[in-house]
């Protein structure tokens, strides 16, 4: 079992940044990969990032390259989703999940997931 709180969203101007935190409780959490994903309002749930829990290799949805930055601090047990140069489509609600097995972009692959925390950027 796995309990997941984020943190760090809020309200930020275009180009600006924000950096969200998901802390990972439970047992054996450095045994789950861990993945970004975020809805915006009457859009379907996009996979942002995730990071495997063996190599620590991430993978980027095409729409975040460049600007967002994923990493893991084991032994906080917390990773992060470090986000520059923001863009109003970028607005949405965020969500930490936990996978069992190898990185996927598929939030139906993912076992546990946060509550959530809301990202706006705009001017």
């Known amino acids: 079992q796995v309990q997941l709180v984020e943190t760090g969203g809020g309200l930020v101007q275009p180009g600006g940044s924000l950096r969200l935190s998901c802390l990972v409780n439970?047992?054996?959490?450095?045994?789950?990969?861990m993945g970004w994903f975020r809805q915006a309002p009457g859009k379907e749930r996009e996979g942002v990032s995730c990071?495997?829990?063996?190599?620590?290799?991430?993978t980027y949805a095409d729409s975040v390259k460049g600007r967002f930055t994923m990493s893991r601090d084991n032994p906080k047990n917390t990773v992060y989703l470090q986000m520059n140069n923001l863009k109003p489509e970028d607005t949405a609600v965020y969500y930490c999940?936990?996978?069992?097995?190898?990185?996927?972009?598929?939030?139906?692959?993912?076992?546990?997931w946060g509550q959530g925390t809301q990202v706006t950027v705009s001017s």
């Open positions: 439970g047992s054996n959490p450095h045994f789950y990969s």
């Open positions: 999940a936990a996978l069992r097995g190898l990185c996927a972009l598929v939030g139906d692959f993912f076992d546990y």
């Open positions: 990071i495997h829990y063996g190599d620590g290799s991430i």
